[in-house]
């Protein structure tokens, strides 16, 4: 599950002082990687626009959903 971005500074706040038990935790609000994220994004453009094999064409409706999403609704973006 996902959190808010007021949530994600409350967080901030507070995980530190739990110690190494919430190290796990601090790791999923650390900065992305923007080489990485573009690099995945632009192999799910090539696979959402490609001719896969019958066997693969509900995984490319699915590209191309998750594409549409990214690029229309998505408020991170």
């Known amino acids: ?5 007021s949530e994600e500074e ?9 110690g190494l038990q919430a190290e796990p935790i601090l790791a999923r609000v ?3 990687n923007q080489l990485a994220i573009r690099n995945i994004f632009l192999s799910a453009v090539r696979f959402a ?7 693969m064409k509900d995984l490319k409706s699915s590209a191309q ?3 549409e999403y990214m690029l229309t609704e998505d408020d991170d973006a």
Do not use: A, G
Request: no cysteine; hydrophobic share 35%.
């Open 1 to 5: 599950m996902t959190w808010e971005e």
């Open 30 to 32: 650390q900065p992305v």
């Open 49 to 55: 626009t490609s001719s896969p094999p019958v066997t």
């Open 10 to 18: 409350e967080i901030l706040k507070v995980v530190p002082r739990m």
């Open 65 to 67: 959903e998750q594409l």
